[in-house]
């Protein structure tokens, strides 16, 4: 018998996606941006324990009481440190992912320290430990979503709001596995920038949501105040045996470079920061099934890229492992350049492996010739005359979300011959959730500690598998983001 951390409404389809995660997810993170104390009512916080011991067992074990005796959805946390300025550095900052904090297993420790929180913290024993938590859980489950009515957005703050939050603990009959820890600071939330801890955890559910839909793991939201990159680090390896994996999520660049190389180095189990690498992974895929399509070659194309952030330095990193040999990445200012002195390390790293013939200028200056383009940056920055400079048989990747770097009918008009964008309401959509659930599942049943370029090149050539020759077009180029066949292919990519 175990505790696994299960959806309150799965996702099964287009819709429930984008109520549930991404664009619907978006409305709760906006309410909780708003007030803090909305967190109580559109995520599970409410009903959410933190339980803390030096010895994961033990935390399990009270975690699973406190399920069966009392319905609270508790978290075994193990923290790896018995000194108290270490135990108020992570309770204190894990405040956003809890409604409650257990912390009677280590009371010895904890039982003099002035914790500045809002929230319960237990310290001794209690006689009412469900009136001391004030944990509520919302078992309201609504399997049809599409009674529901209003847009995406407002679909999913009244579905938030009457089952409590996304996700919840379930005892099950099954051996226990360590959750993989969703873990964000909440500086790069979607298309909201930095929204802060509290604002994130409607996503890190959503994103537990997908993982268990998806590829049947086990995970955990985890939404750490710090936004220091050292002190982020110091609290996720204070909690780091609490968990089977980590997904990092939703952390601005470069920071999350140097939190990514940390961790990493300093933790023997795999640490992923899924915008970065899961999209970089998609979109190589989707780009080897495009050159088919217009019959060109990765080694002998110009790709253009726009933005040079967390998204577009790992996809750069990818391409030039898979072949490419002219790329250029622009950001705001125009082509990154050799020679030129740059503040933030990814920019000045990306400056000396791309732009094989230091091409200058702004982005629409050096488009013109390009085979293919690829944005990971900023609403409506092409338009026809762009793209008809481009190449013959254009490729055009507009992922910026909601709003693409060019619209997919602008693009075609233009003479582009594939479009992908990152939208679920056009076609060839580019969505990470094809890569990390697979990736995921492959590390935990292969063992894998940590995920090599070599990792994310079988990935990128699995998921393009998956499209077969005879069903392969130019508005199919990359399987749908709830294909439930990819999730096994890619796992069994990482086979070594």
């Known amino acids: 018998m175990a505790l696994k951390y299960i959806p309150k409404v799965k996702v099964t389809d287009k819709h429930s996606l984008a109520v549930i995660y991404t664009p619907g997810v978006a409305a709760a993170c906006l309410e909780i941006k708003k007030d803090i104390n909305k967190s109580f009512d559109y995520t599970n916080r409410e009903n959410t324990v933190g339980v803390f011991s030096l010895e994961y067992a033990k935390a399990l074990k009270r975690s699973e009481f406190l399920k069966n005796a009392l319905n609270i959805d508790a978290v075994p946390i193990e923290i790896s440190s018995n000194k108290k300025e270490d135990i108020k550095l992570v309770v204190e900052n894990i405040e956003p992912t809890f409604g409650a904090i257990d912390l009677s297993l280590v009371q010895e420790y904890a039982k003099d320290i002035d914790f500045n929180v809002s929230i319960p913290v237990l310290v001794k024993p209690v006689s009412d430990l469900k009136e001391f938590f004030l944990c509520v859980s919302k078992n309201i489950f609504i399997t ?5 009515t209003g847009t995406n957005e407002e679909q999913s703050l009244t579905l938030r709001q009457m089952s409590g939050g996304s996700i919840e603990s379930e005892y099950t009959k099954e051996n226990h596995i360590k959750p993989i820890g969703v873990i964000s600071e909440g500086s790069a939330v979607l298309g909201l920038g930095n929204i ?6 409607p996503v890190m559910e959503g994103k537990s949501v997908l993982f268990s839909s998806l590829a ?3 995970a955990i939201p985890i939404c750490i105040k710090e936004q220091d990159a050292d002190g982020f680090v110091k609290i996720v390896e204070l909690i780091k045996n609490s968990f089977s994996a980590i997904n990092l999520e939703d952390i601005s660049a470069p ?9 990493n180095k300093n933790l023997e189990i795999p640490v992923f920061h899924d915008d970065a690498h899961g999209t970089s992974v998609v979109v190589l895929a989707g780009l080897y099934n495009a ?5 060109k070659k990765i080694e002998d194309v110009k790709i253009v890229m726009s933005g040079a952030g967390a998204a577009g330095y790992t996809i750069a990193k990818l391409l030039i492992y898979a072949g490419v040999n002219n790329l250029i990445v622009c950001d705001r200012e125009g082509a990154l350049e050799n020679g030129k002195n740059y503040e933030k390390p990814n920019h000045k790293e990306l400056s000396q492996i791309t732009n094989p013939y230091n091409e200058k200028g702004t982005l629409k200056d050096v488009i013109k010739g390009a085979d293919v383009f690829i944005g990971v940056s ?9 793209i008809k400079n481009m190449s013959k048989r254009a490729i055009v990747f507009a992922l910026a979300n909601p709003t693409p770097e060019i619209m997919p009918h602008i693009a075609e008009n233009a003479g582009a011959e594939v479009i992908a964008t990152g939208r679920s309401d056009f076609k060839n959509q580019i969505n990470n959730c094809l890569a990390f659930p697979g990736l995921f599942k492959g590390l935990l049943k292969h063992n894998i500690q940590k995920v090599t370029s070599d990792i994310k090149l079988n990935c990128a050539k699995a998921l393009a598998s998956v499209i077969t020759s005879d069903k392969l077009s130019k508005d199919y180029i990359i399987p749908d983001a709830l294909d439930k ?3 096994d292919i890619i796992s069994e990519a990482l086979k070594m």
Do not use: H, M, T, W
Request: net charge negative; glycine share 2%.
């Open 216 to 218: 049947d793991l086990s």
């Open 378 to 386: 900023a609403p409506n920055l092409l338009n026809e005359d762009d």
């Open 485 to 487: 066949q990819v999730v």
């Open 196 to 201: 802060g801890a509290y604002a994130a955890l």
């Open 255 to 263: 920071r999350c470079f140097e939190i990514e190389k940390q961790l």
């Open 144 to 148: 049809d979503l599409n009674k529901l």
């Open 291 to 295: 050159l088919k399509v217009v019959n």
